[in-house]
């Protein structure tokens, strides 16, 4: 005799799916999902956009930008993605499986660089895209990487004066000429992070007063007596502030094909260079102007 089946019963696996659908629905969380969180187009460009812009803002290039904003909104289930980054601008579209298309662009005001912060970020962006969590929690988790707090101020004071007076010390001054280029790195420095300063004058004017003034401070240790060679005090002073980093992140973008940001990094490090030889002459001509004869 053949066995007779019995057409009530139900494969073990559908069963299986079935109770992982009710239980799904009980939370609020849709079948499937488990540990891949599948949003919809606004909150994937929403926690794209915000993980793109901390990258920015923490002193990231722009190919780190881009390709991080991408891998996440495909993580997130995205079938089109366009993402373009300019160290000042990022403008982004997605485009859903249900056809939804979002995008946005968003305006980049200020960027520092910070190595702790950007590394957090770097990490949360390939936690992300490995395992997909409700916008909500990347946002808590962001929040809790914005707080993490720069290098003591007193440091900065430190790295400035051992800079400007290492390099005085090296361009063959003596150690007179590297106290006074302390004290003027110290001045810098203060200047940088005073909050009057950040808040109501823009990175450009920034350099052009601090350029001056370092001038200005440098024929002062020489007319008190405090310097002797005023050629060495304004290397030192001048060395540390030279855009050597900006330089060598605009060429990267250019060797990597990110003509637009690199170009704008060029030019930015170029005129920031220029500002600062122009502050140091107007301090030297305006002393010479005055009746003071050349010091040089």
């Given at each position: 005799m053949e066995p007779v089946e019995n057409s009530n019963s139900q494969p073990a696996d559908r069963t299986v799916r079935d109770t992982d659908a009710a239980n799904a629905a009980a939370v609020g969380t849709p079948p499937g999902a488990g540990d891949a969180y599948r949003p919809g187009g606004q909150d994937t460009l929403d926690v794209a956009m915000e993980i793109g812009l901390a990258i920015l803002r923490s002193g990231g290039d722009v190919h780190r930008v881009e390709d991080s904003m991408t891998r996440i909104c495909r993580a997130y289930g995205a079938v089109r993605v366009g993402v373009f980054a300019i160290p000042s601008l990022i403008t982004a579209e997605v485009t859903m499986p249900d056809g939804e298309t979002v995008s946005r662009m968003c305006r980049v005001e200020s960027a520092y660089l910070h190595l702790a912060r950007l590394e957090e970020i770097n990490a949360l962006s390939r936690a992300v895209c490995a395992v997909p969590e409700p916008p909500d929690r990347v946002r808590e988790r962001l929040t809790a990487i914005r707080k993490l707090r720069r290098i003591p101020e007193w440091l900065c004071y430190v790295g400035g004066m051992l800079g400007a007076g290492g390099f005085t010390v090296f361009a063959g001054g003596t150690w007179r000429d590297g106290l006074c280029s302390a004290l003027i790195g110290a001045m810098i420095v203060l200047g940088q992070h005073h909050?009057?300063?950040?808040?109501?004058?823009?990175?450009?004017?920034?350099?052009?007063?601090?350029?001056?003034?370092?001038?200005?401070?440098?024929?002062?240790?020489?007319?008190?007596?405090?310097?002797?060679?005023?050629?060495?005090?304004?290397?030192?002073?001048?060395?540390?502030?030279?855009?050597?980093?900006?330089?060598?992140?605009?060429?990267?973008?250019?060797?990597?094909?990110?003509?637009?940001?690199?170009?704008?990094?060029?030019?930015?490090?170029?005129?920031?260079?220029?500002?600062?030889?122009?502050?140091?002459?107007?301090?030297?001509?305006?002393?010479?102007?005055?009746?003071?004869?050349?010091?040089?």
């Open positions: 909050k009057l300063v950040r808040e109501n004058i823009n990175p450009m004017g920034i350099t052009a007063v601090g350029s001056f003034l370092s001038g200005l401070l440098a024929v002062l240790c020489i007319v008190c007596g405090l310097g002797q060679n005023l050629d060495t005090i304004i290397i030192g002073t001048i060395m540390p502030e030279i855009p050597g980093l900006s330089f060598g992140d605009a060429l990267r973008d250019l060797l990597c094909g990110d003509t637009v940001s690199g170009s704008l990094r060029l030019v930015q490090a170029l005129l920031r260079a220029l500002i600062m030889a122009l502050g140091y002459m107007a301090a030297l001509a305006l002393y010479t102007h005055l009746g003071g004869g050349v010091l040089l």
